[in-house]
């Protein structure tokens, strides 16, 4: 552990595994972005990550450094020792580009994280900090590439053409050349799929269920934060319990119900059971948030003549209207976003939803990219509504994810 | 002189607010036992019982009524049938409304008229069972008009059938045929390990995602965001995202693996043990480390920062600070996210069933209820797979109020 602790073992050690990771990462990034042949070479990591570090402790002037260790890799980059290595085909630029990237995103911050080490011993606080500061680094990287790269993905396939799909998996540019043939699969997709009447569908179905649990949570809600009655802490745990009763468990008797009723296939028979599935949730943040509010105003009321029914319309709700967003907005996800029923009870396509018609597209007589262009229709919506009141969906998915 | 004391019994306004509390919780109370307590009473009821898809179809008279030209005279056709192929149906028999214009002939001998409709009996008809009655009418107008009168009301058909879903009838196969070896064991293994893991690493991740934006710098709410996309979009879409992403021939994580160098052919992700079942484990991790990660961080920022600056004071370094200070402030909010994460990684279905469908090893017990009930159309064992996981969930929710009713928040 000491011989860690030294400035130039611990230097040369970060300075190494940053080179590894900035030579994936720039391959990555770059093969994704071209579809061209960018590898890791790990000979040239290696030279390159210890003289990084070496040169990061030892050298303290960090424009002098920057430059220099810049200059070495485009020296060293037509040589077998490169950090980054090339296909035949990669033309000159690109791999310019790659091997100063490569540079720059490897020294700069080496230079950072390694700002409070300096050659001999070190202490344990700069040791750690050096540590954590690289383990930060590489943290931002590795989750920024794991989250987005699905989602870049899934964009990107759904713009591309069946035939250079299968020639280059791996080749997401976009060919501007086809214009807005670009869109065809989305012009496929609502053409001839339907997906204007799904997107309807999803829409209503959502903003109904939103509105229907609002009307049985609210009341009850308010019941359970605000009035005292026998077993009202029973209720409360009650409500805890029936979230964790899973869907497929339900499922099954509601499939057999409503196959026996006619109510399979139809709008209504969701409607009747999506707000069932968020009432619970809904009552349980909200009650939380009712318990928060200052009783002395409703009391007010209650003595200026308002009955419990205008006290709750004309104080409680006005008083609760940001809860009230959050839990419209996470109620809305979890119908827009709910598969398994629309999945077991809609067969007919006229009556898809927007989840239900994507899962109708995953078949081996519909090319990917439709499929993909499905999700990219199912998931805009929802996070252009995330994105855009962002605050109020994270305070509803904290308070609501109790359920997941 | 008498002293106060506090009265004993209910007042009325406290009678009063109680009833109110009930009367505003009604609707949900309703509501929920019918869709909820309901179904789950039905679920232990269906589980001993031998029913398959195909029963779930009504047993029924099907009768079908025609006017037509036969042989030169008109009659009226009505063409009987058992909807089923198996099942008996007691006492069938049908009635229909009489038109006028429409004189009826000599009847057969299962009708007759009564009160001016039609009645036919046949009493207790074997499945598959299919029958034509004629009975010659004549016309009095035009034969057009008078069909379209005829064919316009529809015959009332009777008959009780047999249901499966509501006799006494009763069996245990269900349940032998779940614990059936080695399948049993399989699935087992695969819930433990897919909730396991998939809890832990879900936590473990978001421990760290909650770490590394624990600070304040430019740009930090769009990462954060950026975090939330997994949780956020829809599972569908995700799902097959990384289906596509994984895909042996046409993924584009394959053909980068290979341009790498890492490996020399295409490695089928989602369909080959035990790699199927460790990858359902990590899009687990991969879509719920937002949750863990959004209460965390929620969590961390409410840490009095009192106590990391007394920390410096005495020396502290970073680790250890994270080691002795945050982790024992985290130990509740981590305790409650493993409870809850824990039971809803066992409820879940979707994620698994649009990845691999439950093959190559990844059958879990809520794949499983879909598995018995609609691929092998087995309804009952599925039932009885929905019963085996709400028995165990029934344990976990005592562990979760034991333990987590006192800890914060939640």
């Known amino acids: ?404 | 002189m008498t002293v106060p004391t506090p009265p004993t019994t209910r007042g009325a306004l406290e009678r009063r607010e109680a009833r109110l509390a009930w009367s505003l919780l009604l609707p949900t109370i309703t509501i929920v036992s019918l869709v909820i307590i309901l179904p789950l009473l039905a679920i232990f009821w269906i589980s001993f019982k031998p029913v398959g898809l195909a029963d779930l179809r009504p047993v029924a008279p099907v009768i079908r009524e025609s006017l037509r030209e036969r042989s030169g005279e008109m009659v009226i056709e009505y063409r009987v049938r058992n909807s089923s192929q198996q099942k008996e149906i007691a006492g069938l028999s049908f009635t229909d409304t009489l038109h006028d214009g429409v004189t009826l002939g000599a009847l057969p001998e299962q009708c007759s008229v009564e009160s001016g409709a039609l009645r036919c009996e046949f009493g207790d008809v074997p499945g598959g069972f299919n029958e034509r009655i004629r009975i010659p009418v004549t016309l009095d107008g035009d034969p057009d008009t008078l069909e379209e009168i005829v064919e316009g009301t529809e015959p009332e058909g009777f008959g009780s059938a047999d249901n499966i879903l509501t006799n006494t009838e009763f069996t245990l196969d269900n349940f032998a045929r779940i614990f059936d070896g080695d399948e049993f064991w399989s699935v087992l293994w695969a819930t433990v390990f897919y909730t396991v893991f998939g809890t832990i690493g879900a936590l473990v991740i978001g421990l760290f995602a909650a770490l590394l934006l624990n600070k304040s710098f430019r740009g930090k709410g769009v990462l954060r965001g950026l975090y939330l996309f997994p949780y956020v979009s829809p599972i569908i879409a995700v799902a097959f995202t990384w289906v596509t992403l994984l895909d042996p021939f046409s993924g584009s994580l394959n053909a980068l693996l290979i341009q790498m160098g890492v490996v020399d052919s295409p490695i089928n992700f989602f369909g080959q043990r035990p790699l199927a079942l460790i990858m359902v484990t990590v899009f687990e991790i991969w879509r719920y480390f937002p949750l863990s990660f959004l209460f965390i961080l929620a969590r961390m920022q409410s840490i009095d920062t009192d106590m990391y600056e007394a920390a410096d004071m005495d020396g502290a370094s970073p680790f250890q600070k994270f080691w002795y200070l945050s982790l024992p402030m985290l130990l509740g909010i981590l305790s409650v996210l493993f409870l809850l994460r824990f039971i809803w990684t066992f409820n879940k279905f979707d994620d698994i069933f649009l990845l691999t469908g439950g093959n190559a090893g990844t059958r879990t017990l809520t794949v499983n209820v879909y598995e018995q009930a609609f691929a092998i159309s087995n309804i009952g064992a599925g039932a009885a797979v929905a019963v085996v996981i709400f028995a165990t969930l029934l344990l976990f929710s005592f562990f979760f109020f034991k333990y987590i009713s006192q800890e914060e928040g939640l």
Request: aromatic share 12%.
């Open chain 1, 1 to 404: 552990m000491s011989i860690l602790r030294h400035g130039a073992v611990t230097g040369a050690l970060i300075g190494l595994f940053w080179a590894f990771v900035i030579s994936v990462t720039v391959s990555v990034t770059l093969s994704f972005a071209s579809g061209l042949g960018f590898r890791p070479g790990s000979l040239g990591c290696l030279i390159l990550g210890l003289c990084g570090g070496l040169a990061a402790i030892y050298v303290r002037d960090a424009r002098l450094v920057m430059g220099g260790f810049i200059l070495l890799c485009v020296v060293i980059m037509f040589t077998p020792l490169s950090p980054i290595l090339f296909q035949e085909n990669v033309p000159v630029l690109w791999q310019l580009m790659a091997v100063i990237s490569f540079g720059l995103f490897m020294i700069w911050p080496l230079t950072l994280m390694l700002v409070e080490a300096q050659p001999g011993p070190l202490s344990r606080h700069a040791f750690e900090d050096a540590v954590i500061r690289f383990l930060t680094g590489f943290g931002y990287i590795i989750f920024t590439a794991v989250v987005l790269i699905p989602f870049y993905v899934m964009v990107m396939t759904s713009l591309k053409s069946q035939q250079a799909l299968l020639k280059n998996p791996l080749d997401f540019s976009i060919e501007l050349s086809r214009g807005w043939d670009l869109f065809r699969s989305y012009i496929e997709l609502f053409g001839q799929f339907n997906f204007g009447s799904y997107l309807w569908t999803s829409f209503y179905v959502s903003v109904l269920t939103v509105l229907i649990t609002l009307l049985f949570s609210v009341p009850g809600a308010y019941a359970v934060a605000r009035l005292r009655f026998k077993g009202r802490a029973a209720f409360s745990r009650s409500i805890l319990l029936i979230y964790m009763v899973p869907m497929i468990v339900l499922a099954l008797p509601i499939y057999i119900a409503f196959s026996m009723t006619g109510l399979r296939n139809t709008i209504p028979g969701l409607l009747m059971i999506y707000p069932v599935t968020t009432i619970p949730v809904a009552l349980y943040m909200l009650q939380g948030y009712f318990r928060g509010l200052p009783g002395e105003v409703e009391e007010a009321g209650l003595m200026d003549g308002l009955s419990r029914l205008q006290v709750i319309w004309k104080i409680t709700l006005p008083l609760s209207l940001p809860a009230m967003v959050s839990v419209s907005l996470y109620v809305f996800m979890i119908a827009w976003n709910e598969f398994l029923l629309a999945f077991m009870l809609l067969d007919d396509p006229s009556k898809f939803t927007l989840t239900r018609g994507v899962a109708m597209l995953n078949s081996s007589e519909i090319p990917r990219q439709h499929l993909m262009a499905g999700a990219v229709i199912a998931t805009i919506p929802i996070m252009a509504l995330f994105l855009g009141l962002e605050r109020f969906m994270t305070k509803g998915l904290t308070a609501g994810s109790v359920k997941g």
